[in-house]
């Protein structure tokens, strides 16, 4: 009855122990990333072994994340900047410096070589554009605030530095600046980014952005 009761405090003593080592196995790390001229990007998001987390640095370029020893590559996406990579290798500190020559990059660009940008959801069926002329009809209806005029659109709301402008506008993640050849009917969704959310898109969002995605 002793050696039972003995080897059952044994047991117990052990899984205590690898508990407390599972819970050491996230280590947590400094980061800071900077552009060629070593100034901080802000709001740049961090990917994790190519997996998109909801880090983003803040104005001084810094964030903070918890590692674990299986972790690999850490990465900071910017749309002015695109993708840089490093390999993580136990260090307290860790640094992103971006290229000298700027890459903009799409979402969409980084899903094609391998990233993954969104977490997996339910399919819903898209809502029906059909009733409409043209894209200039729809995004007059269905965009909150939008102005168009023949075709210049503007947005109210935009606390913009390029007054004046229209807003950028992204099909499927891709900059475009005709929606001529774009049928409503084929049109999946539709929503705006005004405000603070645009920085992620630099000068040219400065007006607002505008996203749409198309039915696949």
């Avoid at 900047?81 to 992103?96: H, K, N, P, R």
């Avoid at 709301?157 to 993640?173: A, C, E, R, T």
């Amino acid at each position: 009855m002793r050696f039972y009761s003995a080897f059952v405090l044994l047991v117990l003593w052990s899984i205590q122990i690898d508990a407390q080592k599972s819970k050491q196995t996230v280590k947590w790390v400094e980061g800071t990333v900077l552009n060629s001229k070593q100034k901080p990007v802000k709001r740049a998001i961090i990917y994790l072994d190519s997996v998109k987390t909801k880090i983003k640095t803040n104005k001084k370029g810094q964030f903070r994340i918890g590692l674990k020893p299986s972790n690999r590559t850490v990465s900071a996406y910017s749309w002015n900047y695109g993708i840089e990579t490093i390999t993580y290798q136990g260090d307290a500190d860790i640094l992103i410096v971006f290229p000298k020559s700027e890459s903009i990059m799409s979402e969409e660009e980084l899903e094609r070589i391998g990233f993954k940008t969104r977490a997996r959801r339910t399919q819903k069926e898209p809502k029906d554009y059909s009733e409409y002329l043209n894209m200039y009809q729809l995004i007059a209806t269905e965009v909150p605030g939008a102005m168009v005029s023949d075709k210049t659109i503007r947005l109210r709301g935009v606390n913009s530095v390029q007054n004046g402008q229209d807003p950028l506008i992204l099909v499927d993640g891709t900059p475009t600046s005709s929606l001529e050849a774009i049928f409503p009917r084929e049109v999946a969704s539709v929503k705006v980014i005004r405000d603070e959310g645009t920085s992620l898109y630099g000068v040219r969002g400065s007006n607002g952005v505008i996203l749409i995605e198309m039915k696949k």
